[in-house]
Structures are given as C-alpha cells and as structure tokens.
C-alpha cells in the first residue's frame, strides 16, 4: 500500500512541513547527501498566481535537507520554452527562489546554462538535464495546476522542466504524445520525495501540503482534491499500468488530515473556454504546443477579467495538421500555420511572445469579435 502524507498550515510552512516530513527523518537523506529540488517555475510570476512554486515552501525544504545533514542542496529549473531567454533568470528572482539560495546557501541552477543528454530509448530524440542524474536525491516540489492537453499539472508532468528548452514543444505531440511521453521520462527521472504546495490563494482550501514518495498516488490523491476522477488523467493511468505508482485510492493510505475539508476549485481549461467564451472555436488545438496555447489562455484570462465576451462565432487555427481556411472569423497563431490563412490575419512566431498575442487579440478580436 502506498501512504500520502497531508498536513495543514496552522502556523507557519516551516513547522507545517517539519510535521509533514517527520516520517521521512533520518530515512530519506542520509549524512553526505546532494539534493535537488525541483519546483516549477515555469514563469517569472509570484505564486501568488498559482502558477508557481512558493519560495517559502522551497526554503523550509532546504533547511529540512540541511537539517539531515545534506552535504549540498540546489534549487533547479529549466523554465517554459515560451520564456524568452532574457526572461529565464527572472524566472528564479522574481519568484524569490534567488533570495532563498541566499538566505540558505543553497545553489540555484538554471538548466538551460548547463549540458544535456538524450534519454534512452524510446526518448532518444530529446535530451535532459545532466542535473537530473548528478544528485543523490531529488526533491520535487509542484503546485497543483489544469493543463489542456493532460487535465492535470502535478508531480509527474512537473519532470518535464528537465527538458531541453527547444524539445518542450516537440514533447507534446512527438514521441507517443504527451500522456506517454510523461511517463516515459518518468521512467527514467524518479524523485526520492515529491511535495504538492497548496498554498496560492487563488485556490479554494489552499493552506496545505501533500507529500509522498510515489509520485503516481501523490497525482492520484491530487486530482481527486482538484475535483477530478484520477481515472480520467492518462498519466496517471499509464504511470499505474507502467508500475510507477498505485491508483487505486483504496489502496492508498492517506495521513494526517481529513480530506474531506480540502476540496479545491479547479476547472479544466476546456470548461472554462466553453464557460467564458462559448462562440470561440479552436481549432487544431491538439496538435498545438504550449507555446501558443498558454500565452493563449493568459489573454483570454485577461479578457475575463475585464468583461469582455466575443459576441460573434470566432475560429482560431493552431497546430501543424488543420486545413487551410478563408473567410470572415477566422484566425491563426503560430509559424505552423503558415500557408493556411491570410497573413494579415495570422500571428507568426514559434513560438509568438506574449505581448504580440495580447496585441494581436486585442486588436483582431476586440475590433470584430468583442463587445
């Protein structure tokens, strides 16, 4: 039987997580240990927004380490591929991951700056971070997130930060698609210890911390506080049938809490799209990568927020493999699209940054589509 460990902040993330790891002592770390932990930084925002990892969260976990007797412990990341490269270190300062290396002493890595290798087989074509195999343990430290392609965001996909930059967006459709390609990598990346920070505000019941060394129950137990059926997730069933992890949630042991008080407020991306924007279609949008779908979502985020609706049907190309279109409504994003719609009404860019898909949409669809 696998055993999940939940545990409230009552008082401070310090002494919530001293209490959490206490079944870990003296057993997880041994005297002379390296350490990495890996949260998610996958943008320069604070966690505050739920996108990112907490840094008090990361900096209780490193005096944990030290508190075992650690010889060294790092703080690693190799952020989103739509991040332009001035924007990677400030992927670590502005989520104060830089003041905790400070304050700790701990060394902070951005992958990017340093070597990669191929995985094996049946991964050879993408690479890692050789900072995925140079650590006596790793410490994985996700926030729990929706996701359009995989339902979830949690302990297993967070390994995808490993990745070479330039093979993130190939990593969703190449190999055998997302939800295996996941758990392939999850084969070969296997953290000692995986913590899911629920502290963001933006979350229902945020105010505690789920931790397990098997990372498919920690996702399982996860899902099931996001409000989702974990039979439901591929990764999490395919981790399961690859024997990464159990499932079933009678076979999990959950302690510390009761979870019946920690339900979150989660909605799948594509409920909220058919929600807020029920004239918007997509299309092409499982071929599409997270390089255009995520700036993506940010805007229409941003046009939620500022009651705005699109009042007419709407249609936006994504992705390599949708037919060419013509006509009034119609819009493309991304260098993939190229050749299939009008250029005026296309935003090149593989992928486009973030500012060109705020000034693209707003002028397009606020001009025709928006009331």
């Not at 739509?82 to 304050?103: H, K, N, W, Y």
């Not at 926030?143 to 339902?151: D, F, S």
């Not at 995520?294 to 049907?313: C, H, M, S, W, Y």
């Amino acid at each position: 039987m696998s055993t999940v460990y939940l545990k409230r902040i009552r008082d401070n993330i310090a002494s919530a997580l001293e209490e959490l790891l206490r079944p870990y002592e003296g057993r997880l770390i041994s005297p002379g240990d390296t350490v990495l932990i890996k949260p998610n930084l996958v943008e320069p925002l604070p966690y505050t927004s739920g996108e990112t990892t907490n840094p008090q969260v990361v900096e209780a976990v490193v005096n944990w380490c030290y508190h075992q007797r650690a010889a060294s412990v790092a703080i690693g990341e190799g952020p989103s591929y739509f991040q332009p490269d001035s924007d990677l270190i400030e992927c670590f300062t502005a989520t104060g991951m830089t003041e905790v290396a400070e304050r700790t002493g701990a060394q902070w890595i951005l992958f990017d700056e340093h070597p990669f290798v191929p995985l094996p087989e049946p991964l050879k074509t993408f690479s890692v971070s050789t900072c995925a195999f140079e650590f006596s343990r790793i410490i994985n430290i996700p926030v729990p997130k929706t996701h359009y392609l995989t339902g979830v965001s949690i302990a297993m996909k967070n390994l995808k930060g490993f990745l070479k930059r330039v093979d993130k967006p190939r990593f969703h459709h190449a190999g055998f698609g997302i939800h295996q390609n996941i758990v392939e990598l999850n084969r070969v990346i296997r953290p000692s210890l995986n913590i899911v920070d629920v502290t963001a505000p933006v979350q229902k019941n945020a105010g505690f911390l789920i931790a397990g060394e098997d990372i498919v129950a920690v996702d399982t137990v996860t899902a099931s506080l996001m409000g989702f059926n974990p039979r439901e997730i591929r990764t999490i069933v395919l981790g399961n049938q690859a024997g990464l992890g159990e499932m079933d949630i009678q076979k999990i042991e959950v302690i510390g809490e009761d979870v019946k008080g920690l339900k979150m407020n989660f909605e799948l991306p594509q409920e909220w799209l058919r929600r807020n924007f029920p004239l918007l279609r997509l299309v092409g949008i499982e071929e599409a990568c997270s390089g255009c779908m995520l700036p993506l979502l940010n805007v229409l985020a941003q046009f939620e927020q500022e009651g705005k609706k699109i009042t007419r049907d709407a249609s936006l190309l994504m992705g390599n493999k949708a037919e060419s279109q013509e006509g009034a409504g119609w819009l493309a994003m991304g260098d993939c699209t190229k050749g299939r719609i009008g250029e005026e009404r296309r935003l090149a860019g593989c992928p486009p940054k973030k500012a060109e898909v705020v000034a693209f949409l707003r002028r397009l669809y606020e001009e025709e589509m928006c009331s």
